[in-house]
């Protein structure tokens, strides 16, 4: 990826969040509360190949979320972030076309084009109604999780990313 495609998807993933965040936590330290939540990815804890930045993008927020959380509890302002999975969207319908149009005459070529078919043979990601009703259910609580994952392959991904070694998660995921 060209350093300025990556730059914009840092923009809009971390800096994006930050700068609506600097627009509201004023008016919630002053009213005393609020819910700030973060749309993050199941890439802000695991990576996969092929889309290293928009993954250190995703770390980033969750980090940056984190932070924010300890920062402004004492205010009342509560922060969660949201961990979607697999979402039906045009994200991930364009995935496929971005892989082979990437790699077209790319070193990782191979590695890209079996990751598109898979995709492409792949129904099963989740309603984006996943990701809506837990904003709702982060922002209804009285003491929300710091984390919601939501939708396909979500919980699956965080959980074997947290028990297995990263060598064992890496052989995981390019299989």
Do not use: C
């Amino acid at each position: 990826m060209p350093l300025a495609d990556a730059r914009r998807v840092f923009e809009v993933n971390i800096f994006g969040a930050a700068g609506l965040t600097q627009l509201v936590l004023p008016s919630m330290r002053t009213q005393g509360g609020g819910t700030i939540v973060n749309i993050s990815s199941i890439g802000g804890e695991a990576a996969f190949a092929l889309a290293g930045w928009y993954y250190a993008s995703k770390h980033a927020l969750e980090g940056w979320t984190d932070s924010l959380r300890q920062e402004v509890a004492r205010f009342g302002v509560r922060v969660v972030q949201i961990q979607p999975g697999i979402i039906r969207s045009a994200f991930e319908q364009d995935t496929a076309r971005l892989l082979h149009e990437t790699s077209e005459h790319d070193a990782y070529r191979d590695v890209a084009e079996k990751m598109a078919r898979r995709v492409e043979a792949s129904n099963r990601a989740s309603d984006p109604a996943v990701v809506g009703r837990a904003v709702r259910r982060a922002v209804g609580a009285s003491a929300p999780r710091p984390r919601y994952a939501v939708g396909y392959l979500a919980r699956t991904v965080l959980t074997l990313n947290w028990l297995l070694t990263d060598r064992a998660f890496d052989a995981i995921a390019t299989r």
